[in-house]
């Protein structure tokens, strides 16, 4: 059985566990990182697509977290400009919901809580004269705007194993973890193979569980599990339908039980509308939408767009389970969205458990994370993460549309949809994906909409993608414009690619190249 030593082992290839995969790997600590599924395929790809401070947090009293997650929107934005878009939000103002006077209050909160912002301030706004205003019912006369973001979340968390991986990081998907040994202040961990049942030994100075819905299993796997700290598992679902207005504005509906649901512009042509909060038991890899909850975002978004949400409107839907830090709430909703870590420890090994989070707050979190390794392993290095674009991030937001301007023109066979798309995705590296192509023809097999061999191949190179499921729900989300057919022409290609796949990335990528120049 093949073994290596490392300073850690990251369980979770979610956007936490690649996060603090990122900042341990600049730092100048040995990592390898295992996840059992695809990156982002918990979790981190169910997520309402928001890069915001939580709003809603401010009821709950929870002032640090909202503030650290406005000061991160602000990070994030500059690291990351093709992935993450500013957007206003419409708050419409609803008799029996919270009143005016409170919007209002909070909004002014949100508006300087979190320090200097680029984004637009917060406004009222008349619903009969503003275009916000027209996709919805006539009796809502008016509302508020703030700012916001929203991304793509599960490129987020591959850009993050990106970089990883490029400061020295290796990231093992489709690799669970078995089992973990304490000896000697040391793990001996056993990690597995999922498609060829192949074992590997790992041993590890200390073990970061970020394994999310999982923590608690990986925590039974290393013996510690006798711990007071408890996971609390709420489950998030959202429905995908057809663009319901013109506009790039988003909505938040409130809602008599006092949640909010959330109408984002989604890849153009479509429109998210999530989510809900539900206690969750059994296995997360089971967790789907209820006809309850369709039922209630339906309803919710009918309450306020003048033509009502059914549902055979919907294209697509998933649902998530998010790993909460257990405070003893009694609703779901009001549970704690804050981050928790808690060092624990088994004939003195040390294990990092990661109880919580949100998208907007991982960086934060791995620099907290970085601090207790350095506790209990020794510091290495400063933290670098905020200045440090993200691969393909290195450009400023505003130049967004100059970008996709200079991929047409460098490669003028590219319709405009297709150009933005792929600086959306994948920012500067889009000359990657497409090579020395000089004609449409270069790209290789074309297997619908924007999607040609040559990104497949990419994809399998760069970003560990092995599936159509990877590609078309994960990395691209054109599993929302292709059809049945050309998805299982996708799944045919990935299974042919499979034994590019297993090979290192950086090294894939060169032989990639060098086939199809």
């Not at 959202?238 to 109408?263: M, P, S, T, W």
């Not at 949100?358 to 620099?367: D, F, H, N, S």
């Not at 290609?493 to 990335?505: N, T, Y």
Request: proline share 4%.
């Amino acid at each position: 059985m093949a073994r290596e030593s490392v300073d850690l082992l990251v369980v979770g290839g979610g956007v936490n566990g690649c996060g603090i995969a990122r900042d341990a790997a600049g730092r100048g600590y040995s990592v390898v990182l295992a996840e059992m599924g695809d990156l982002a395929s918990g979790t981190s790809s169910t997520s309402s697509k928001l890069i915001h401070g939580g709003l809603r947090y401010l009821e709950h009293h929870e002032f640090r977290l909202v503030r650290e997650a406005l000061r991160e929107r602000e990070v994030l934005l500059h690291i990351a400009p093709q992935v993450i878009r500013p957007a206003r939000f419409v708050i419409p103002v609803r008799k029996g919901m919270r009143p005016a006077w409170l919007i209002r209050l909070g909004l002014f909160l949100y508006d300087t809580i979190g320090g200097r912002s680029t984004l637009g301030r917060c406004r009222s706004v008349s619903l009969r004269e503003s275009p916000a205003g027209r996709p919805l019912k006539a009796d809502l006369v008016r509302g508020f705007e703030y700012s916001d973001c929203y991304t793509d979340d599960a490129r987020l968390v591959v850009l993050n194993a990106m970089d990883a991986a490029l400061r020295g990081a290796r990231i093992m998907t489709r690799t669970r973890f078995l089992c973990a040994e304490a000896d000697a202040g040391q793990w001996l961990a056993t990690l597995e193979d999922v498609e060829t049942g192949e074992t590997r030994a790992v041993r590890a100075r200390m073990i970061i569980n970020a394994a999310g819905p999982w923590a608690g299993t990986v925590r039974d796997l290393a013996g510690v599990a006798n711990s007071p700290e408890r996971l609390r598992l709420v489950k998030g679902s959202h429905i995908v339908i057809r663009r319901k207005y013109e506009g790039r504005q988003a909505y938040v509906f409130q809602n008599l039980d006092r949640r909010i649901v959330f109408a984002i512009p989604f890849e153009d042509d479509f429109t998210l509308i999530g989510t809900t909060d539900e206690d969750f038991s059994g296995d997360p890899h089971e967790a789907g939408i209820s006809d309850g909850e369709i039922r209630y975002l339906c309803e919710t978004a009918s309450a306020y767009f003048s033509r009502p949400v059914v549902p055979s409107d919907i294209v697509w839907s998933f649902a998530g389970v998010r790993p909460l830090y257990d405070d003893g709430s009694s609703r779901a909703q009001d549970a704690t969205r804050d981050y928790v870590l808690k060092v624990e420890r088994h004939r003195a090994a040390p294990l990092l458990n990661v109880f919580g989070g949100k998208i907007t707050t991982y960086r934060r979190l791995a620099e907290a994370a970085l601090d207790l390794v350095g506790g209990e392993i020794g510091s290495r290095g400063e933290a670098w993460t905020a200045a440090a674009p993200l691969p393909g991030g290195d450009f400023p937001a505003v130049r967004r549309e100059v970008l996709v301007a200079s991929l047409g023109e460098e490669f003028p066979f590219l319709s405009s949809s297709h150009a933005r798309r792929l600086v959306r995705q994948y920012g500067t590296l889009a000359q990657d994906v497409l090579g020395n192509a000089r004609q449409i023809e270069d790209l290789g097999r074309h297997f619908g909409a924007s999607l040609y061999e040559c990104e497949l191949r990419y994809l399998a190179a760069r970003e560990w993608a092995r599936t159509a499921d990877d590609v078309l729900w994960r990395r691209t989300k054109l599993g929302l414009r292709l059809d049945a057919r050309e998805q299982a022409e996708v799944a045919c290609f990935m299974e042919s690619l499979r034994a590019d796949s297993r090979e290192s990335p950086a090294g894939a990528a060169r032989r990639t190249r060098a086939r199809h120049p």
